[in-house]
């Protein structure tokens, strides 16, 4: 029940029956209400004691939230915590999903988070990072509860919304979505892949919600559009597609361009969907590698040229103020960018000028710290076989270092040695670095566990409904919302021993 999602009602199947019956002929299955009223409250209090204590010995405690509505319309909200420990390493732990019964308001959303940061003894950790999506209602929720909010959007939807873009988009979604309505010219587009030497792939619709859908849409359209062409030319199809065509010559063209403007942003959120890493400190270079591949070029089309001003405007809106701040600052302090190259020297000195500020005052409130020792043995790195996705991104602008002038002593000395050292490899990860190197760097150490328990994303509140949406929705008539939080809990907090 807990490890599969599967409802309490799973004993009165009689297929399991049968099976246990097999298995062991003399045992008695218990009746679904020992288990509802027993079993798993009891499994979920003594695994929530165990995240419990987890959190309480966090150093630094970040956490996502999302929304979602199952085909009840039933509202749910997910708040999942990322916790740091003592060994640099990234632990995440989903801590409820509640319903919300109420409107969708940023208030009543805060109130949800209040009371979770409450519930799980969170109100005594200082600056709790909180990660949503772009969603206003989101936005405001976490600013009412008095946390920091950081939203990510890789603005492609802006470019796709551009009048010529959004109509081609719009052709192509109805092509695909007619094959997905029709057997027939299902069947008959598999007979024409195999005739022309093209992949057995099916068509793809884009989905609202999943990130890139549409650029995945597009380059299967491309892909495959020898064989859509000759299926919508066959006599079973043509009369039921009078209203279906294809794209003609600048139509590809354009389609063709939009998905090159569009794959470094898709590249972009494969690299910051990854939850094994604090990837906060990726949004500053990747933004900057973004703006560059937006830049207006002679060749482009007047659609690419549009795009690429809509998804320049989306980001220029982005990130302002203290945001920009704090995460030029976790770029700093990820030891794969620390040269921030995507900064002017005055740029950079005012990161770090930030940082020593900030590391002075964090000493100050903890005085016991001490400085520790300074010596910094290098590490031989072995490059990696094959580039990573990072690596294809970023790989040119950050292989030069920027080198600084020798400072004194405190925070200055650790700064000064840490911005010398050599950067790390791209697909190195920053905590082990970090766990390695931590004494070497007394007082900014500190600072960097705190920055880079950050993720980047919400990705990890909305996977819990990617693997748990369509068990609720199916087990809609027998899931209480409660049940669906206990449930969800032990999924994937239970351990497997």
Not at 162 to 185: D, M, P
């Amino acid at each position: 029940m807990a490890k599969d999602l599967r409802p309490f009602s799973v004993v009165d199947y009689s297929g399991f029956r049968r099976l246990v019956n097999t298995l062991e002929p003399k045992y008695a299955i218990p009746s679904r209400p020992y288990f509802s009223r027993t079993v798993l409250p009891a499994l979920y209090q003594e695994t929530k004691a165990k995240v419990t204590q987890s959190l309480k010995e966090a150093e630094c405690i970040s956490i996502t939230t999302d929304g979602w509505t199952s085909r009840a319309t039933q509202s749910y909200i997910t708040v999942t915590a990322h916790v740091m420990t003592s060994e640099w390493e990234i632990k995440i732990f989903v801590l409820q999903t509640r319903p919300l019964f109420t409107s969708h308001t940023g208030l009543n959303t805060a109130e949800v988070l209040k009371s979770a940061v409450l519930e799980w003894g969170l109100d005594n950790n200082q600056g709790i990072a909180v990660v949503t999506d772009n969603a206003r209602n989101m936005d405001v929720a976490v600013r009412e509860a008095g946390l920091f909010a950081h939203t990510l959007n890789l603005a492609s939807k802006a470019g796709l919304n551009v009048n010529r873009a959004s109509r081609l988009h719009g052709r192509v979604r109805r092509v695909a979505a007619f094959f997905h309505r029709s057997s027939t010219a299902t069947a008959v587009l598999a007979n024409k892949q195999g005739m022309l030497n093209l992949p057995a792939h099916k068509l793809i619709m884009d989905v609202v919600t999943r990130w890139n859908s549409s650029l995945d849409m597009l380059e299967r359209y491309l892909e495959q559009q020898q064989a859509i062409a000759a299926t919508l030319l066959s006599a079973e199809v043509r009369r039921n597609a009078r209203e279906i065509d294809t794209l003609e010559p600048a139509d590809i063209t354009d389609a063709e361009d939009m998905v090159r403007l569009l794959s470094p942003l898709k590249k972009a959120t494969t690299v910051l969907c990854d939850e094994s890493r604090p990837t906060v400190s990726l949004i500053v270079p990747l933004k900057h590698m973004i703006e560059q591949s937006m830049a207006q070029c002679d060749e482009d089309s007047s659609t690419i040229a549009q795009m690429k001003r809509a998804i320049l405007k989306d980001f220029t809106d982005r990130y302002q103020g203290e945001q920009n701040k704090f995460l030029q600052e976790s770029t700093a302090l990820d030891p794969r960018f620390r040269s921030l190259h995507q900064l002017n020297d005055s740029q950079r000195e005012d990161v770090f000028d930030r940082l020593k500020l900030k590391a002075t005052q964090m000493q100050n409130q903890n005085p016991s710290e001490t400085e520790g020792e300074r010596a910094h043995d290098a590490e031989e790195q072995s490059p990696p076989s094959k580039n990573t996705a990072l690596e294809d991104l970023l790989g040119e602008s950050f292989s030069k270092e920027v080198h600084v002038a020798q400072h004194n002593t405190g925070i200055e000395a650790d700064i000064d040695l840490y911005r010398k050292a050599t950067s790390i490899l791209l697909s190195d990860c920053p905590l082990k670095w970090w766990r390695d190197n931590a004494k070497c760097y007394p007082l900014l150490s500190p600072m960097a566990k705190a920055y880079l328990s950050v993720p980047a994303t919400s990705v990890p509140s909305e996977r819990v409904f990617s693997t748990a949406g369509d068990i609720v929705n199916a087990q809609r008539s027998q899931l209480l919302p409660g049940n669906v939080d206990m449930l969800i809990f032990l999924k994937k907090n239970l351990s497997d021993e």
